[in-house]
């Protein structure tokens, strides 16, 4: 059995955060994820927005982590080598009720500490971008954009970098309390603990009542996305938002992505099942229409992939009042954290939270620092990214520069590699995917990922049948065809 100081329930961005936190005290800590990898629920199915922080409730801790995490960025990017740019936002209106809800939550922002929040004419919209819709617009100087699943990963890896152990296809099924510790019961074994940390996403409600805290009440509000190729991005230089609706939501926008494709989406509706993201024919012909007003390029010519992500909100019941994030630690529930309801901006407040958390537990324990910790990790060298004569010394160092397995995103076997003994140990074709973005172009892996297949085989000489897709049970070959 597994024992450890410390025991982070959920691999997502929180879990992530929260771990490379962690790392920074002399203390045995893990990372149970029920996937095979990190980033592989919501922290991977979002925008990739770094937040400004307008919307949210003075005072609450949405409102507080984002702004905090918003003005922190630049080093935490330049710290984790993870691809970020502070783009700006627009959020564009067209009626008077727009302007009323745009100066509503330009107050919200001012006094919530964004900084820089401006209302523009239509002639100054078009200077930023000729392709956002809108008569009028707030501009918010301090938003960004960044991969979500890089940044997730980056996390992670630091996190395991400076001693944190991940242990991937860990459902936790229960927890109990046996004299001073915890045993954490999974899919696969035990573990003990003295202090758990709640991250579990969409089941922290679950994990929250295994813990002896209430299983919360918590909704899910789904939304779908176009992603339009690198044409479309060429297209758009800043992310386009809506006036936000008289409780502060978000209808669909336009966003470019770090990589140059363009976002558009998501709408929002309830559904029950935690997991259910699947797309639907309406819902993308409402993205359409809905789309062509942020975004003037929005075309099918240029679509290439959907897909669908859930927000797992608290609520009160009685009310049905969108709650903020929770995040406690009970006397009566001992060496435990718990954070519930952590959705968008769950990205920007990741290291917020995660130090809030964290703090909890140093406060009871006062551990010693980590004399080793090390904030930097670097990250995969892109050749796409490389100046020709950084390609050519690149490949003269390394032959596998000089074969690309990737055609559309020009990724290299020399990437391929890199990401297959990447640090965490993940070896599925999504974790692959996320690490180096292959499979991700205008074919979606109809050349790449029969290469990449055979990289995974060859590298860790393993049989066709035990390569995954993404999770424990996607498994891509039976057998020969023929033999």
Request: negative net charge; charged residues 25%.
């Amino acid at each position: 059995m597994n024992s450890y100081d410390v025991i982070i329930i959920g691999g997502g961005v929180i879990g992530c955060a929260v771990a490379r936190e962690i790392s920074r005290y002399r203390l045995s800590a893990a990372v149970l994820e029920k996937e095979l990898d990190v980033a592989c629920g919501n922290s991977s199915r979002n925008t990739g927005m770094l937040h400004a922080g307008f919307t949210y409730k003075p005072s609450s801790l949405k409102a507080e982590c984002a702004v905090e995490g918003n003005k922190e960025f630049d080093l935490v990017a330049k710290e984790l080598n993870v691809p970020f740019r502070r783009t700006g936002k627009v959020v564009v209106g067209f009626t008077d009720h727009d302007m009323e809800n745009i100066l509503k939550y330009k107050a919200i922002g001012e006094q919530n500490g964004v900084e820089g929040l401006e209302i523009i004419n239509k002639e100054q919209l078009n200077q930023l971008d000729s392709s956002a819709g809108g008569e009028f617009a707030m501009y918010a100087p301090s938003s960004g954009i960044l991969d979500p699943m890089q940044y997730t990963i980056a996390l992670a890896e630091n996190a395991c970098q400076n001693g944190v152990d991940f242990h991937f296809g860990q459902l936790v099924t229960g927890i109990e309390r046996q004299g001073d510790l915890y045993e954490i019961k999974t899919s696969k074994g035990s573990f003990t603990t003295k202090w758990v940390i709640n991250c579990a996403g969409m089941y922290a409600s679950e994990v929250s009542e295994m813990l002896g805290y209430p299983n919360y009440p918590v909704k899910g509000f789904k939304g779908e996305y176009f992603v339009l190729d690198k044409r479309a991005g060429q297209h758009l230089n800043i992310p386009v938002y809506p006036a936000p609706n008289d409780k502060g939501g978000f209808a669909t926008h336009a966003t470019i992505t770090i990589d140059g494709n363009v976002l558009v989406g998501p709408d929002s509706y309830v559904v029950e099942d935690r997991e259910d993201y699947s797309v639907t024919k309406d819902h993308m012909d409402g993205l359409i229409a809905d789309g062509q007003k942020m975004f003037k390029h929005m075309k099918r010519e240029y679509f290439i992939r959907n897909f669908a992500g859930i927000r797992w909100k608290r609520y009160n019941p009685e009310t049905g009042e969108i709650l903020d994030f929770l995040l406690e630690s009970d006397e009566s529930h001992p060496n435990t954290v718990n954070l519930v309801g952590i959705e968008s901006p769950g990205i920007t407040c990741a290291l917020p939270l995660a130090r809030r958390a964290v703090k909890l537990l140093a406060d009871a324990e006062n551990p010693s620092l980590n004399p080793d910790f090390n904030p930097n990790r670097k990250g995969i060298e892109k050749f796409s990214e490389m100046t020709h004569e950084e390609q050519k010394n690149a490949i003269e160092e390394d032959a596998d520069y000089g074969e690309i397995i990737c055609r559309c995103e020009t990724v290299t076997k020399a990437e391929i590699l890199a990401a297959i003994n990447n640090p965490l140990g993940v070896h599925t074709i999504t974790g692959i995917k996320n690490r180096t973005r292959a499979t991700m172009g205008r074919c979606q892996g109809g050349y790449c990922e029969t290469r990449i297949t055979e990289l995974i085989e060859r590298e860790l000489g393993i049989p066709m049948e035990d390569v995954r897709y993404n999770k424990e049970a996607s498994y891509l070959f039976t057998g020969k065809v023929r033999g």
